[in-house]
């Protein structure tokens, strides 16, 4: 934790120029916490700093290696089909991308903080909602029913261009005709592409995206770059390009200019499920994003879980060894965990640093290893809400027409129903699409706090101007540097992540990257289809 005195700013948003203070108020004292998840861990990866010997020898069925959204699914998808015998091994961060904090009674997400209701084909998806209570009824139906406690409610988003307030995200305020026509034929196009087949009878777009169609006439798309396409196709509206932009940003961390157009129009046209209790396009959200399905997950598992980070993977002629250690004050201490099989539920990076001659897999981490989009989190505990513009009232999502902030999450948005709340979080997200991934790790690691708030904070300041200030009580600083893999053009035709997904044998391979992209739809499918694989060798032995 840093203790220290914190400039905050406002008025414009955007970076500080160095040595220069631009809409500096006032001092204020805070007492911010500044989160490096797997930072340390993963630098002593890096490093191929030796661990001591083993001071423990652990037995089990199956281990799962990663406590995120793959690792957590493997888990329940285990106890459903009957395995108890197995461990999972949490890594650096548990839950990791769907982790959250809390200020006390103040839930707020540290990750991702929504899940879009799932479409017909997502059957996995359903499975996990149904099981958990948050599909109440209908669960395999065009239109279930679900809870309506975590059902989106308005006022959902709204944009900030201009000094004006805005509902929805696309600019419509002033925009001259001939744009609003192009935001029209676009959605159009959407809704067109949302019930396409290809040649193979597959849609063209879904959730899991392995079940997509692989036409190539549609598999032509991850040859180019969405903003590619939209030149491509006669869409010049500069709004529509910003939306889009931004989009791909909130997204997958990267811009549209950068972003394969397979994947920046996968973001529209997978996303369709309906409910009977809600209407077209709603999502699902909790105070503390994503973590209390996290939780949910784990609870409905029933699995052990501890403490620690792989350091190495191999098989062995009875099934698996990790060796995993801990840090504590700076020193390793390290134990071994034996098992029939192992399911490697970590970022590509980090396994191709961990799995013994993963190349043997026919993963060439040189050739196959993707791109890491970085992320810093802001989580803002307001003693009293700031003053709004009489445009628009606040909604869950607020978005200020800039980059690279991707604007903020009101955590208490669902509780406003019920009663408002004396306090509430404000989670402010950054992707830095501003520059390239190296420089935006490099500068998370150098910046100074000040910077990191300065950053953070600058959408607020946009919205709040000098009252956001003394409304601040804490602030929470997550950092990720490799938050995702980022789906640049020829992501669909990796070999290695291919062959990774396609590997049956002890060591199974789980994880959103396998699909390019991380959401959970695509993690929580890797888990399923890795503890369905690993159940029908203990269960048939």
């Not at 192992?342 to 993707?370: Q, T």
């Not at 997200?429 to 600058?458: C, F, G, H, N, T």
């Not at 396609?502 to 888990?527: M, T």
Request: proline letters at 6%; a neutral charge; aromatic letters at 10%.
């Amino acid at each position: 934790m840093l203790r220290r005195s914190f400039l905050l700013w406002a008025g414009a948003s955007g970076a500080l120029a160095a040595g220069s203070v631009a809409g500096f108020l006032r001092w204020r004292e805070v007492t911010p916490t500044v989160h490096y998840p797997g930072r340390d861990e993963g630098h002593y990866l890096r490093d191929r700093r030796a661990v001591p010997p083993p001071s423990e020898v652990i037995e089990t069925g199956v281990a799962i290696l990663g406590s995120g959204v793959a690792g957590l699914t493997a888990a329940w998808k285990l106890n459903k089909l009957g395995v108890r015998d197995m461990l999972m091994i949490d890594g650096p961060q548990p839950y990791g991308n769907a982790a959250g904090g809390a200020f006390g009674e103040y839930a707020y997400p540290t990750g991702a903080h929504y899940l879009p209701l799932p479409s017909p084909e997502s059957v996995h998806v359903r499975d996990i909602l149904a099981d958990l209570g948050i599909i109440q009824k209908d669960a395999y139906a065009e239109q279930p029913t679900y809870d309506e406690r975590y059902i989106l409610h308005a006022p959902e988003e709204r944009l900030l261009k201009d000094g004006h307030w805005q509902e929805g995200f696309i600019p419509t305020e002033g925009v001259p005709q001939w744009e609003r026509e192009q935001h029209a034929r676009f959605f159009a196009e959407v809704a067109r592409l949302r019930q396409t087949r290809g040649n193979d009878g597959r849609r063209v777009f879904v959730f899991p995206t392995v079940l997509s169609s692989e036409d190539p006439q549609w598999q032509a798309l991850d040859q180019i770059t969405l903003k590619d396409w939209l030149t491509q196709n006669g869409y010049t509206a500069p709004t529509l390009h910003w939306y889009l932009n931004y989009c791909c940003r909130d997204d997958y961390g990267t811009r549209y200019d950068q972003v394969s157009a397979w994947a920046g129009l996968h973001y529209y046209c997978s996303r369709w499920g309906q409910a009977a209790n809600a209407g077209n396009g709603a999502w699902l959200t909790w105070p503390g994003g994503l973590q209390p399905l996290a939780s949910g997950l784990e609870r409905a598992s029933g699995i052990q879980r501890r403490g620690g980070t792989v350091v190495s993977l191999k098989e062995t002629a009875k099934g698996i060894e990790a060796l995993c250690f801990t840090l504590k004050d700076g020193q390793p201490h390290s134990y071994l965990v034996r098992a029939r099989k192992a399911i490697c539920a970590m970022p590509l990076y980090v396994a191709a640093r961990v799995v013994e001659n993963i190349a043997a897999y026919g993963f060439d981490p040189a050739k196959h290893s993707p791109a890491y989009a970085p992320w810093l989190v802001a989580n803002f505990l307001l003693k009293r809400f700031p003053h709004e513009l009489p445009d628009q009232p606040l909604c869950w999502d607020n978005v200020v027409y800039s980059e690279p902030g991707l604007g903020y999450v009101v955590s208490t948005h669902q509780d406003i129903r019920v009663r408002p709340p004396e306090k509430t979080v404000f989670s402010a997200y950054v992707a830095l699409s501003d520059r390239d991934p190296v420089s935006a790790r490099k500068w998370l690691l150098a910046a100074r706090p000040d910077e990191l708030l300065a950053l953070a904070s600058a959408d607020l300041h946009t919205a709040y101007g000098s009252e956001f200030v003394s409304c601040v009580e804490r602030v929470d600083i997550t950092l990720r540097g490799h938050a995702m893999a980022a789906p640049l053009p020829h992501f669909r035709s990796n070999a290695g992540v291919r062959a990774l997904r396609e590997h049956e044998g002890r060591i199974l391979f789980a994880h959103a990257d396998l699909s390019g992209f991380s959401v959970f739809e695509e993690a929580a499918w890797w888990g399923c289809r890795a503890a369905q694989l690993a159940a029908s060798g203990m269960l048939a032995a």
